[in-house]
């Protein structure tokens, strides 16, 4: 690697971070490496660290941030203002999303029975969604995170399908282009449908056998795609590019870099994430922020670069319906980003510190420096995995 020293006050956005004077876990920094790209996290630098080890080659080209990098097709295009707070959009992001998941329920059992499903109100669907995020991009993604879970294949169609409306909004992606977005992540595994269930459901681990079924699904989905009126190849070729990886190690092609295009490449970075955050017959799901973490190692590898970071910048370090643990004994759930300081989001606090239902629940902007006491300033200790803190959508707004 080509590291060199560099003192704080002449960083420039684009160089990637390695090292810092000072062990990491004295910083409010989750991960250990990331590449300079937002105000927040230079005046983080300026107040604890002198100097930092930057490492030339894993830094943007021309060490310029976003306005020297190239954009990825498709981006940056149209800015997006939020239009409406979380409180105010959350009723219609809760009837957009149950109502798309009785469409999509309705789609996929029609693929089951081998028949062709109802493109229109797929579609529908996804208008509704698309304008929901459109509105405001946290609404939608709270609903998913909050309500009990329910059918494993549905859950987690809806949630990536969001999740890519939610990151190519952020990207500046056109509306066309984001709702497109929406329905390739709805639709890009319906070809799990066509699989012998006890496989998809399996605890153990895959044999290479199995692991070759499994891979089957892409020719189901891109089959049924292409032959269903109103989706078309156009979409299907879309959908089939969410297990290609940045450094050609995907299937069913070996894509390499630039070769797959902007929304596939979104698309596998999504189900991935959306894998490691869900609760799976062979493993347990992962606090957002760990899954995170994990994922910004694979970084130039598995994902684009810029992609992941960016990605990491959409969803912030707490994405929303992240259940916290607070400096106070509290325990919250992350209802919204700060767009300005990520580290610092809108939290609900719904547990007091003796673990009971707070009623009426509070609510903190991070941002603001919020007092747990006169001496104490409200900080997010930790997420919480999966299940530990039994907080749902009764928790929220009632």
């Not at 681990?205 to 020719?219: F, G, N, Q």
């Not at 959908?239 to 902007?262: F, N, Q």
């Not at 990491?312 to 767009?339: D, H, K």
Request: overall charge positive; hydrophobic content about 40%; glycine content about 10%.
């Amino acid at each position: 690697m080509n590291k060199k020293k560099v003192n704080v006050g002449e960083l420039k956005f684009g160089m990637y971070v390695s090292e810092l004077d000072r062990p990491w876990t004295d910083t409010p920094f989750v991960f250990q490496g990331f590449v300079l790209k937002s105000d927040e996290q230079l005046q983080i630098l300026r107040k604890f660290c002198q100097f930092v080890m930057v490492d030339a080659d894993l830094s943007e080209s021309g060490a310029a941030g976003s306005v020297g990098a190239t954009p990825l097709t498709g981006t940056g295009k149209v800015q997006h203002p939020e239009r409406v707070a979380v409180e105010g959009e959350l009723a219609r992001a809760r009837d957009a999303y149950f109502s798309s998941e009785a469409v999509l329920a309705k789609a996929f059992e029609s693929v089951g029975a081998d028949k062709t499903f109802d493109s229109a109100q797929v579609r529908g669907a996804v208008s509704n969604m698309s304008q929901s995020v459109l509105r405001n991009p946290d609404a939608l993604v709270l609903v998913s995170a909050m309500k009990e879970r329910g059918n494993e294949v549905l859950d987690r169609a809806l949630k990536v399908s969001l999740y890519m409306l939610m990151f190519t909004r952020f990207m500046g992606m056109e509306a066309r282009d984001i709702e497109r977005a929406g329905l390739v992540g709805l639709l890009q595994d319906i070809g799990m449908v066509k699989l012998p269930s006890g496989l998809v459901a399996k605890t153990g681990p895959l044999t290479d056998k199995d692991r070759a079924t499994v891979r089957t699904h892409l020719e189901h989905t891109l089959k049924m795609l292409s032959e269903t009126p109103g989706i078309g190849p156009e979409v299907a070729n879309l959908a089939v590019l969410h297990h290609e990886r940045h450094d050609g190690s995907g299937y069913p092609r070996g894509l390499k870099g630039e070769a797959i295009e902007t929304v596939g490449a979104i698309g596998g970075l999504v189900d991935t994430f959306c894998a490691l955050t869900a609760q799976r017959p062979y493993a347990d799901a992962l606090a957002p922020s760990r899954a995170l973490g994990m994922m910004h190692k694979w970084r130039g590898l598995t994902f684009h670069p810029t992609l992941i970071e960016d990605f990491i910048r959409c969803i912030g370090v707490f994405p929303v319906g992240s259940v916290v643990a607070l400096n106070s004994g509290e325990v919250g759930v992350v209802i919204a980003q700060n767009t300005v300081k990520r580290l610092q989001p809108r939290i609900m606090v719904v547990r007091d510190a003796a673990g009971k239902p707070l009623r009426p629940q509070k609510l903190l902007d991070l941002a603001r420096s919020p007092k747990v006491s006169a001496d104490e300033t409200y900080r997010i200790l930790r997420t919480l995995e999966y299940g530990q803190a039994g907080v749902g959508m009764k928790d929220l707004f009632v």
